[in-house]
């Protein structure tokens, strides 16, 4: 994935003697706010986190670019996972700024997201395939009576942390999964041999699922009225390639009296391709992660009775087709009772939290 930039207004109330530079280091992806001296304006980068040196010459770059290379007035605070692991080489490479500090991670993410809702316009929205994006205005109360809380945060990143607050400074961690964006990336670039996360999102929305999953139409010949399941809800995802290895090995043994027991990676490589395109995979797999996602999202508001479901994090990056999954997963399974909302910077929550906590 090559370097992404993105700009927005902001009313930044803080000193300007300090050039602050907030970085979020997280399994997947590296990201970065600033503020440009003697602006209003918010900036955000992103590199991938295994390209931890090119990150570090980006943060090199800001400096000299917005902060005239000075480093003595320049402070980087950190936070995620790459924050800690990373500490000691961000250290060396900046000897000279004025300080480096590190900050929780789930706090940052609240932090991140009570901001863009109440000071960010047009920063939340609604998605699915019927209706298409509607921004979403909050109605306005005084901090005490803030209609927002309580809320779930779900953080899609590598994994899933889910978080419920309820106060701009009471929340907790209440669940998550291992299968998030790390699990899609991993498994599609081991079938697929895509070489980037893009790459894999660009596929999945043109691919048509229904080629490799089994849907309810597959098994019942039409819907199956009686637990509320159309003939077009996935059934078992990737079911018919199984299905469809099963047919063709039994053709292959009434067709040839002599098994062979060894395969090339050659053979191996011209059979998927005659059977399933990458496209199709993707959005397979896509699906299967993101429903997996939204029916646990679903359940921990069911649990901790919460009506507004926040999704964030670098797994979803605008791509229509997950958010347009993760809303009809929330939308099924609480049968309209709640809502997913969706952030047009969720993956740089935690990095504005950071950036926060130092200027607010």
């Known amino acids: 994935m090559t370097q992404m930039t993105n700009i927005i207004d902001y009313s930044c109330n803080y000193s300007k003697r300090i050039f602050t530079i907030a970085i979020d ?23 991938e986190t295994e390209r931890i040196h090119e990150f570090i010459a980006l943060l090199h770059s800001i400096v000299k670019q917005y902060n005239y290379n000075d480093y003595k007035s320049t402070q980087i605070i950190g936070t995620g996972g790459g924050a800690f692991k990373f500490y000691e080489l961000i250290q060396n490479e900046f000897p000279n700024i004025k ?58 990143g590598s994994g899933v942390s889910i978080l419920k607050a309820d106060s701009p400074n009471s929340f907790k961690r209440i669940g998550g999964s291992s299968l998030g964006g790390g699990t899609l990336w991993g498994l599609l670039s081991l079938i697929t041999g895509a070489r980037n996360y893009d790459e894999m999102l ?4 043109k691919g048509d699922n229904t080629k490799v999953d089994m849907l309810v139409g597959d098994i019942y010949g039409s819907d199956y009225n009686n637990i509320g399941l159309k003939s077009t809800n996935i059934a078992s995802s990737f079911a018919k390639v199984f299905q469809k290895r099963s047919i063709d090995n039994t053709k292959e043994n009434e067709d040839d009296t002599t098994i062979s027991l060894t395969t090339s990676t050659e053979d191996i490589k011209e059979r998927k391709s005659d059977r399933f395109n990458n496209a199709d995979i993707c959005k397979s797999l896509l699906y299967a992660i993101s429903n997996n996602i939204g029916q646990v999202a679903y359940l921990q508001a069911k649990i901790h009775n919460v009506q507004n479901i926040y999704f964030g994090g670098s797994y979803i990056r605008g791509h229509l087709t997950t958010m347009n999954t993760l809303s009809y997963a929330i939308n099924f399974w609480s049968e309209g009772t709640k809502q997913a909302f969706f952030l047009k910077h969720e993956g740089y929550l935690g990095a504005m939290g950071a950036f926060l906590s130092v200027v607010e």
């Open 25 to 47: 280091i997280g399994g997947s992806l590296a990201k970065v706010v600033f503020s440009p001296l003697d602006s209003n304006k918010l900036i955000f980068e992103t590199v």
């Open 99 to 156: 300080s480096l500090s590190r900050f929780d991670e789930m706090e940052c993410l609240i932090k991140g997201l009570n901001m863009v809702i109440h000071e960010i316009p047009d920063e939340i929205f609604t998605y699915n395939d019927q209706s298409g994006i509607q921004n979403i205005v909050l109605p306005h109360a005084p901090p005490e009576e803030d209609v927002i809380y309580p809320y779930l945060l779900v953080n899609i």
């Open 202 to 205: 660009d596929w999945a929305q």
